[in-house]
Every structure is written in C-alpha cells, then in structure tokens.
C-alpha cells in the first residue's frame, strides 16, 4: 500500500509500515528527524497533487485543540487560532483517501467533530506512561492492545521539567510511541 503519515517529522510511524513493506511517507513543514522517505511540505497541497494514497494517518497539531490547553480557548478562538485547528483537522478528514485516521489527544473536536472511535493510551501497547490519545478511524479496524504493562508515569511532562513549553518538550511529547506505531502497522496491514 501507499501510505501517507500525515504531520509525522519523526518517522516512527512512517517506518513502521516501511517495515512491513509498505511505500510508507512521512509528510510535515519540517524536515523528518531520521532518514527515510519523507516529503517536506504542506500535507494539503500533497494530499490534492494527483499521488494515489492508499491509507493516511494524520497528526495535525493539537496546540489550539486539546483541552490541556483550554485556559487559552478564549484568546485562541478570539484571535482565530483555534478556528484554523478546526479547520485543518476537517480538511484531513475530508482527504480522498479510502482508509484514514486522524490522532489527537482529547480535546474539543469529540465535541465539534464526533466522538473518536476509540482512545488508547501507551500502556496497552508496551510503554508504562499514560497519554490519552483519540484516534478517529475511516474503513480501518480498532487497535487492539498488544503489550499491556504495568506503570502509569504521565509522559507529557516527563523530563521537561518546568519548561514544558519549550520547542524540545513540545517535539518530545509529540512522537508516538513505538509501540503504537507497531500495531498500526501490523494490524493496519
């Protein structure tokens, strides 16, 4: 299948599938963490340039979404930060690609958009952290729990410290785990 990872600098996901066999592309306005097949851009224009895309898994920014974040709300939707969110993420949703998911943590698209199929969180998949990850599926199965382990440590501000704003924290927290990537591909395959 051809695979479009959807606002993935890190690669994980991408490579995943790539492991698998897949012709699996991460696409973000940054350039990728790591070697590997990687389109440096605007997933919108890549998502309507002709490309056939079997599958996408979308990772639109959650900054202005999620609801660790709502003492903001007010400014960001006055300013219309949030409105540009919202608009990204339904602009995903709505990519002609037969078999899409769309990850976000928990915020105010359950409410605007729907309720996400299903939330995860790393400890189902071998990672003893939370982090409550929704995710919103089109034509593709549940992910089924692989490796559930024992330790709930909150990864969202581990080793950030106070700084948990900085660019470094903000690119630490959103990766996906390994473990998640592995059974998107093994059970998305």
Known sequence: MKILIACERSGIVRDAFDEKGHDAWSCDILPTDQPGQHIQGDVL?????????????????????AVSGARWFKEKREDGRQQ????????????????????????????LFRK??????????????TKATCLWLDRLPLLKSTNIVAGRENRIHKGCGYSWNTEECKKARSKTFPGIAKAMADQWS
């Open 45 to 65: 224009e890549v998502i309507h340039s002709g490309i056939h895309w079997d599958m996408m898994i979308a990772f639109p920014p959650c900054t202005h979404l």
């Open 84 to 111: 540009q969110g919202i608009d990204f993420f339904d602009k995903l949703w709505l990519a002609p690609i037969k078999k899409r998911c769309i990850e976000n943590p928990i915020g105010i698209m359950s409410t």
């Open 116 to 129: 996400p199929d299903q939330i995860i969180q790393p400890w189902q998949f071998g990672h003893g952290e």
